[in-house]
């Protein structure tokens, strides 16, 4: 676990940070990919774990959230629209249907029960949900005021999926079922003037003067 701010550790589950786990006020945020469930149960080995929250439901978030919920015995939280795919294991769902959807399933986890399913202004330890569907039905950011950190999930990426080079971009159009809807919900998180922003893929940002620019820079 790497520390990143006042309590608040980033486990990266591969090399240049390309798959992103987050720990804070004891709860895990995202769960990575079913394949990393050995790594990460490791990295959080005598942990004090209470809680555990999905930024959204696609398989390379869920992919350890019943091994999570089983070894530390914490419930888990995620978006009202995510809730029903992820306690039935149906993520698919999550994703526009394709061929690329049903393969990028493969590597999720198995179903694991939602018991609080988040909406707009929940808190969650000290951080704030922030509702922002577009790349899932259910996706949500959370957002710690005092120190100003947002972790963004998938809104968008801080590396090139392609290449690994860091870089922010729109999240892939295959996995991205309402792409409008994704960049709204960006926009929205203008003004939030994060110190600290925490990617589901990509290392952490630490400029809010670029990530406002790249926000403004979205098509409409
Ligand atoms: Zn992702």
Not at 19 to 45: C, P, Q
Not at 61 to 78: D, K, M, W, Y
Not at 104 to 114: L, N, S, T
Request: aromatic share 6%; hydrophobic share 35%; with cysteine.
């Amino acid at each position: 676990m790497k520390q990143l701010g006042d309590n608040l550790y980033q486990i990266a589950l591969m090399p240049r940070s390309s798959m992103n786990v987050y720990v804070a006020d004891g709860i895990v945020f995202d769960a990575g990919s079913r394949l990393e469930t050995g790594r990460l149960l490791k990295a959080l080995r005598g942990q004090t774990i209470t809680d555990h929250v999905l930024t959204h439901g696609h398989p390379d978030h869920q992919g350890a959230s019943r091994a999570i919920c089983e070894n530390f015995g914490v419930p888990l939280a995620c978006g009202e629209g995510d809730a029903d795919a992820v306690s039935t294991g149906e993520i698919v769902r999550t994703m526009p249907d394709s061929t690329l959807s049903r393969m990028m399933a493969k590597i999720g986890g198995p179903a694991q029960q939602v018991s609080r399913r988040l909406q707009e202004g929940d808190m969650v330890g000290s951080f704030t949900v922030i509702e922002t569907p577009g790349h899932s039905p259910g996706h949500v950011v959370f957002w710690r005021e005092s120190d100003r950190v947002l972790i963004l999930g998938d809104v968008f990426l801080n590396m090139s999926l392609l290449t690994t080079i860091p870089g922010l971009h729109e999240p892939p159009r295959p996995f991205t079922p309402n792409v409008g809807e994704n960049r709204n919900s960006a926009r929205k998180l203008l003004g939030l003037r994060p110190a600290l922003v925490c990617f589901g893929h990509g290392p952490p940002l630490r400029d809010p003067n670029k990530f406002e620019a790249f926000i403004n820079a979205l098509p409409d």
